[in-house]
């Protein structure tokens, strides 16, 4: 497998899991918790398996390469957050830094992207980057508003589904630039 397929396989690897895990952060009243916390650790599993394969694919280090390990860490940190048996103040603090670390690696990729040449793959590229920025700082800042016993209402809801929609986003311009 080349690394432009490994860097399209890990992006849809990525997005794909990013859409499941938003699912299981939506209360669903006809799906048992447990399913939806199943489907949040099996699209934490498939994120931070998707991050990997895209830092693999890029060989000399730079602010992306750096970025997609810094996300897949935060993802390891929410699984770890979901499986451990911790206290719930300790898995809650596990899932707001995990989302922090990969609203920070998605930042360091957001910085590569504007010193590339301008295109519209690249503003794209930009946008994808932004809007999960965006949706993995709204997840924080709801654990944070629940740690500290006040209501998030659907912040962590909406901040799933903006990461989702970014994180397809990104594998579309990643395919887009893979196949030309």
Avoid: C
Avoid at 52 to 67: C, N, Q, R, Y
């Amino acid at each position: 497998m080349s690394n432009e397929q490994k860097a399209t396989f890990g992006a849809w690897v990525a997005a794909i899991g990013t859409v499941i895990a938003a699912i299981g952060s939506t209360p669903i009243k006809s799906i048992p918790k447990d399913t939806l916390r199943s489907f949040n650790l099996i699209g934490n599993e498939l994120q931070a398996t998707g991050n990997a394969l895209e830092a693999d694919a890029i060989e000399e280090f730079s602010l992306t390469k750096a970025g997609n390990e810094i996300q897949a860490v935060g993802n390891v940190t929410v699984i770890a957050g979901i499986v451990i048996d911790f206290n719930d103040i300790i898995k809650q603090e596990l899932n707001i830094k995990g989302n922090l670390l990969q609203a920070l690696g998605g930042s360091a990729a957001l910085y590569d992207s504007f010193n590339e040449e301008h295109s519209l793959d690249v503003l794209y590229s930009i946008y994808g980057n932004l809007l999960q920025i965006i949706g993995n700082s709204l997840q924080a800042i709801s654990g944070i508003l629940e740690l500290n016993n006040r209501d998030s209402g659907n912040i962590n809801v909406v901040g799933s589904w903006i990461q989702a929609i970014g994180a397809i986003i990104s594998a579309l311009v990643q395919t887009k630039d893979s196949s030309t």
